[in-house]
Structures are given as C-alpha cells and as structure tokens.
C-alpha cells in the first residue's frame, strides 16, 4: 500500500460515520419528499423519460458507480476523502430508499413503508455505535447529533401524519400516480 493511503481507525471510523450520516439523511429526505409529492403539498418532481418514471434508485446506482470510480483510481484522502463518503452516502440512501423494488421489480414503493422507522433507527444505531465516546464529544458533534436526532424526529412524525391522512385522503391517488408512473 501506497504511504499517503495508510488510513488510521480514528479516520476510517470518522469517514463511516460521515457516509452513515449522509445514508440516513438522505433516506429520511427522500421519502419526505415522496410523501410532499403524493400528497400534493408540492410539485411533483419526478423525472419521466418517454413516458417512464426514472425512479431514484437509478440516481444512486448510477452515483454509486462514479463514487466507486474515483475512490479506486484516484484514491481520495483528506478533504477529498470526506467528500467522496458524503456522495457514497447518498447513493446508497437513493439506492436503499427503493430497496424493495430490488426484489420486486416493478412492485409499489410503498411496499417497504412499514419499516421505515425500523430502517432509520437501526442507521441511527449504527452511527452512534461509529460516534465518540461520551467524554470525547466536542461541541460540533452535539450540534450534529441534535441536527441528525431533528430529521429522525421529522421523519417519525411525517411518517406518522402523512400515512393517516395520506391512506384516507388520497390513498386513490397515490394509486393512480404510482400506476402512471410504472412502465
């Protein structure tokens, strides 16, 4: 191994939580949406070529690959290292957010719906399991832990309120769109 690519604990622990912070956040953003979306509280922003939703996942994929890409050639570290787990974050958040239509090709994106909350919680989890010992927090940690346990908070109650009015108020819509949708 190359001497500028030797990587400490300390900083393989720091990019993991920075990827798993990027996942989580990314996850909990992109099913706000989906529910703003469907719920018609604003504009519907999904891509469609020829008729055909683009779903997000293809997004992730396609970040993943340019993420994988340029960490095995050009081999970030420092700075640029950081970066490239935020991107990898992300993609695996637009990727794992539709993760059941991996299994299920062209079934409903709200097949996974139900355990949402089991997902986000098991992310958050894992981050604190990667995060600091108590006495070694800094200030900037306590900032991005109250940021983070905010979206999750968010996510629960958009989760919650959503699926109570979204399954009576427009669960026929949510229906039609997703049938428009789907090749």
């Known amino acids: ?24 956040l990314t996850f909990i953003l992109a099913r706000v949406f989906v529910f703003l979306i469907m719920a018609g509280a604003m504009p519907n922003l999904y891509c469609f070529v020829q008729g055909t939703h683009v779903h997000h996942l293809n997004y992730g ?9 340029y960490s095995v050639f050009m081999r970030p570290v420092g700075r640029r290292a ?3 787990e935020l991107f990898y974050g992300l993609a695996m958040g637009l990727t794992f957010d539709e993760f059941g239509m991996w299994l299920h090709l062209g079934g409903s994106y709200w097949q996974r719906a139900s355990v949402d909350a089991v997902i986000v919680l098991s992310a958050l ?23 983070l346990l905010g979206a999750v908070l968010s996510f629960a109650i958009t989760l919650y309120v959503a699926g109570d009015r979204l399954s009576g108020m427009v669960g026929p819509s949510l229906r039609d769109l997703e049938s428009a949708s789907s090749p």
Request: hydrophobic fraction near 55%; proline fraction near 2%; aromatic fraction near 16%.
């Open 82 to 84: 950081q970066i490239t």
């Open 125 to 147: 989890f894992g981050l604190l399991a990667f995060a600091r010992t108590v006495r070694r927090y800094e200030r900037r940690h306590f900032w991005l832990f109250l940021f």
């Open 1 to 24: 191994m190359h001497p500028d690519h030797h990587i400490t604990r300390e900083a393989a622990h720091k990019l993991a939580r920075l990827s798993l912070f990027s996942f989580i």
């Open 61 to 69: 994929i396609f970040l993943l690959s340019a993420t994988a890409g």
